[in-house]
């Protein structure tokens, strides 16, 4: 098997990308800052709450193609605010519609508004209809590997475990989880909600993501476009790190530096 590389891009739904930090459009204070933002992160695919937001089914409103054209950008709408496999897959054929036949979605089905997990199940449901639909799924899910597996078998063109739940910040909770779900996928395999700030990033890429999406992390900082930047160069370490290969966690300390030829 080829080892891979620094340079090496991602690939969803065939087509290559040089970065893999995907970001969020939404809880900006304007489409002004989330052009900056997104910018400063370097994301090549930026998602997009249709339910939300204003792609131009509302006329005389701004409209979020104006700062972020899909000349420059591989719009990646999301079902977010779905709770239920038929309004998934309604809004998935909406922006397919607004879109000139746009197939690459971001399929995102809730349990519940406090919490914002995933159901399962009408994931599942969801899924097999848009993938038989000739859609490209990009899946927001829970940490369950076994879940995972199936639905890459489904043909979701990528798997995006939540680390942590959806806005809370808490960082990547789910460590052998995650691992499980990178070591046995073969399609990409990206952290969606949950981080917090840069460390988060860099953490979820060490352990070998291909990539990390993200949102409130960067909108909700008191900076934006200044966390935008950081999260750029900590998903880019983090990739560089997994690639070098950590050194082995020892329980005592191991001279840096040989004993042998020393002048005493």
Not at 11 to 37: C, H, M, N, W
Not at 84 to 93: G, H, I, K, L, Y
Not at 176 to 194: H, M, Q, Y
């Given at each position: ?46 998602t ?9 089914q ?9 700062f972020l ?106 460590k ?20 917090g ?5 860099t ?62």
């Open positions: 098997m080829t080892q891979p590389t620094l340079h090496d891009p991602l690939i969803i739904a065939g087509k290559p990308y040089r970065s893999r930090l995907l970001t969020g459009t939404g809880k900006f204070v304007d489409f002004e800052q989330t052009r900056e933002a997104t910018l400063a992160a370097g994301a090549e695919i930026v997009v709450a249709l339910r939300r937001t204003n792609l131009g509302n006329k005389g409103e701004p409209n979020l193609l104006e054209p899909p000349e420059q950008f591989t719009l990646l709408p999301n079902t977010a605010g779905c709770y239920n496999a038929e309004d998934a897959v309604r809004t998935c054929q909406l922006a397919r519609e607004l879109l000139d036949g746009h197939r690459l979605v971001k399929l995102e089905v809730l349990g519940d508004p406090k919490t914002l997990y995933p159901n399962v199940s009408q994931t599942l449901i969801a899924a097999r209809q848009l993938v038989n639909d000739g859609f490209d799924v990009m899946v927001y899910t829970s940490d369950d590997p076994i879940i995972a597996q199936e639905l890459e078998a489904i043909g979701c063109v990528a798997i995006m475990p939540l680390a942590a739940p959806i806005g809370s910040g808490l960082g990547i909770q789910n052998w989880s995650l691992l499980e779900i990178i070591e046995n996928a073969k399609v990409p395999v990206l952290v969606d909600a949950g981080v700030t840069a460390s988060d990033a953490i979820a890429m060490e352990l070998g993501c291909d990539g990390v999406l993200m949102n409130t992390a960067i909108a909700a900082a008191k900076q934006p476009v200044l966390m935008a930047a950081a999260m750029r160069k900590a998903v880019e370490a983090g990739r560089e790190a997994f690639l070098a290969g950590r050194m082995p966690k020892r329980r005592y300390a191991n001279a840096s530096s040989p004993l042998d030829g020393l002048f005493f």
